[in-house]
């Protein structure tokens, strides 16, 4: 079990970056939770190395603006995961040739008021080694405040976790803090039977893993969908 996710009914959207106790793989997770019927009503579906969310059921699909995206899309040796559509903003600025942070520059927190759901986004480099960046633009009384964090190498057995709410509530609180450090795991399937009963039974939607071998770039990858 991920303690800081088994204690927290609603941590909503989340993104995991790290690296396997035995040094050999890049760690990539995303989870997506909901309330209501538009937000439950959702999977994720692989698409072109990465994955796009879609309606499980289209007659029930109320406002897909905020809950139909790609949460994971791949850049030749980069691995973008974001929890909405600033995962296009962060590839079309890094095909061009700029940065992570240039294109979360130009976007701010979700405009669903009264929450502001935080944008929450990573991406995971294996040009030259292995580094990785998380990044959170969250409401701040009116402006978007907007906060980066880079590791450099990935530290073997160790990942971070950032999620977009700190916990249930209404309005609902917006995650505090830095990126949590949490442990991870060798065994693939270990981690993400881990990760997915870590989350709450009634709220959770959909799950993505991925393990990126560091020396031949292998993947394995698995989705979970509460709907499915």
Known sequence: ???????????????????????????????????????????????DGGII?????????????????????????????????????????????????DGLRTREYEPDEPNFTPRISGVVDLENGFSYK?????????NCQRNFYEYEDGVAGKGHLIHTYKTDGNPIP???GEPREIELDNDFEQFTNDLWTSLDNENRVSLFVRYINLKDKSEKTKIINANQ
């Open 1 to 47: 079990m991920i303690n800081e996710l088994a204690i927290n009914k609603y941590p909503g959207r989340g993104i995991i970056i790290g690296e396997t106790p035995d040094g050999e793989n890049a760690v990539i997770a995303y989870f997506i939770m909901g309330r209501s019927v538009n937000s439950r009503n959702r999977v994720f579906v692989e698409k």
């Open 53 to 101: 969310t879609k309606a499980y059921d289209e007659s029930k699909m109320v406002d897909p603006s905020l809950i139909i995206y790609a949460p994971v899309r791949v850049l030749g040796d980069k691995t973008i995961v974001t929890n909405g559509d600033q995962t296009d903003t962060i590839y079309d600025f890094m095909k061009n040739g700029k940065t992570f942070a």
């Open 134 to 142: 998380l990044s959170i633009l969250k409401y701040n009384n009116g």
């Open 174 to 176: 917006t995650f505090e």
